[in-house]
């Protein structure tokens, strides 16, 4: 054979070095790499971005965040008054409604994720709710609007015409959530001041909530007196909820349990008759995750996969698998099966009425022993 069609050898594991997949230009659209998953943070730089237009560059001098409508004292608060505040720190997980969408057969519209539109930081931040005391809610108060500084055109029919800024909303009774519920305005990732990407110099963080709830570059909170119907609530990122059988559009808010596999990845070659550790990430919405159960025969049967460190309120979970390769090369389909503790578990099938969001039945992940 000529040696100038060899194969080369594969990387020796752990050679190589991780880096984000970049999934659209401008605007920035980075994948973080899930099968390099090590360690319960994302390291700033590997953490996925989601941005719907240009990165707004805001100076923090000049910058001051509005809190305006339905309150008893509007408020224009500047960063050093916002830091001022006693601040807390926890690690939220963040994935995207359309996490996966690179996996729906036929393809669905949009930023084709695989398996890397969800990532984990410790964020540091004011709770929302100690701002809405501080301006005091007036009665009547229904809905709290957030607002980034970033603005362009929609894609997504119908949309209005002309440029809009991104703004979602939480009803008051999420906004005013404690403790390891609180909606958090943070300033910090990781121990860094937010990166621009992330929304420098102050963004939500909605722990529970699909990532479209954690407005980035925020200068607005309006709080308004009826439910809030924006185009990224309304147009985009909702979906088809069935009441009394009538399809009605509802914007999407929770996540729901989902077991994603790191590795072996997507096609991996495994080497047979081994042990190899199949692990990777569960988290879900409001109740933790109980279980995660791994097939390796493509769905026929499922075994306990290891939860491993500490179950952490709305933070993904690691766990591990010991699989015993088979003796003969073959091609295996693996599957993982989130279940948290009120029983909620991942569908087999794929549920239309998400459109292209929520990705939540189980993934096959195909791979090549040999
Ligand atoms: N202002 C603003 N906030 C935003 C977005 C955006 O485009 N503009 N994208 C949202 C979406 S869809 C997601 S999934 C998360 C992603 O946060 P990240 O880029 O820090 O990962 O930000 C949300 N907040
Ligand atoms: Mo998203």
Same mark, same amino acid.
Do not use: H, I
């Given at each position: 054979m000529d040696d100038a069609f060899a194969v080369p050898p594969p990387a020796p594991p752990g050679n190589d070095v991780p880096a984000v997949i970049l999934r659209e230009k401008e605007p920035e659209n980075l994948e973080s790499p899930f099968s390099?998953?090590?360690?319960?943070?994302?390291? #700033?730089?590997?953490?996925?971005?989601r941005s719907h237009f240009a990165t707004p560059a805001l100076d923090p001098a000049h910058w001051e965040l509005a809190v305006t409508g339905m309150v008893e004292r509007p408020l224009r608060l500047s960063l050093d008054?916002?830091?001022?505040?006693?601040?807390?720190?926890?690690?939220?997980?963040?994935?995207?409604?359309? #996490?996966n969408r690179i996996f729906l057969v036929p393809q669905a519209q949009g930023a084709q994720w695989g398996l890397g539109a969800v990532s984990t930081a410790?964020?540091?931040?004011?709770?929302?709710?100690?701002?809405?005391?501080?301006?005091?809610?007036?009665?009547?108060?229904v809905d709290v609007v957030l607002q980034g500084a970033d603005e362009g055109e929609a894609r997504e029919k119908p949309k209005p015409p002309g440029k809009l800024h991104y703004a979602r909303s939480l009803p008051l009774h999420r906004a005013l959530a404690e403790d390891a519920d609180s909606v958090l305005l943070a300033y910090r990732m990781n121990g860094q001041p937010l990166p621009p990407s992330h929304g420098f110099p102050l963004r939500a963080v909605v722990p529970g909530w699909y990532g479209m709830a954690s407005v980035k570059w925020l200068t607005h909170i309006h709080v308004v007196d009826r439910p809030f119907t924006g185009y990224f609530q309304s147009s985009d990122y909702a979906y088809w909820q069935r009441l009394n059988d009538l399809p009605v559009r509802t914007p999407i808010t929770e996540?729901?349990?989902?077991a994603s596999i790191a590795r072996p990845a997507v096609l991996e070659v495994v080497p047979r008759s081994t042990h190899y550790r199949v692990h990777g990430a569960a988290w879900g919405g409001d109740a933790p995750i109980?279980?995660?159960?791994?097939?390796?025969?493509?769905?026929?049967?499922?075994?306990?996969?290891?939860?491993?460190?500490?179950?952490?309120?709305h933070c993904w979970r690691r766990w591990e698998f010991d699989w015993s390769t088979p003796p003969q090369p073959q091609d295996c389909t693996l599957l993982a099966r989130a279940t948290d503790t009120q029983g909620r578990s991942q569908p087999s099938q794929r549920d239309g009425d998400w459109g292209s969001y929520v990705i939540v039945h189980m993934l096959p992940i195909d791979v090549h022993v040999r």
């Open positions: 390099s998953l090590d360690g319960l943070l994302t390291p #700033n730089e590997l953490f996925y971005v008054q916002l830091m001022a505040l006693p601040a807390v720190t926890r690690p939220v997980t963040l994935e995207c409604a359309g #996490n410790q964020w540091t931040g004011v709770p929302l709710s100690a701002v809405l005391r501080q301006a005091g809610l007036k009665l009547g108060a996540m729901f349990p989902k109980a279980k995660v159960e791994l097939s390796t025969d493509g769905g026929q049967t499922f075994s306990a996969a290891t939860l491993l460190g500490e179950a952490l309120p």
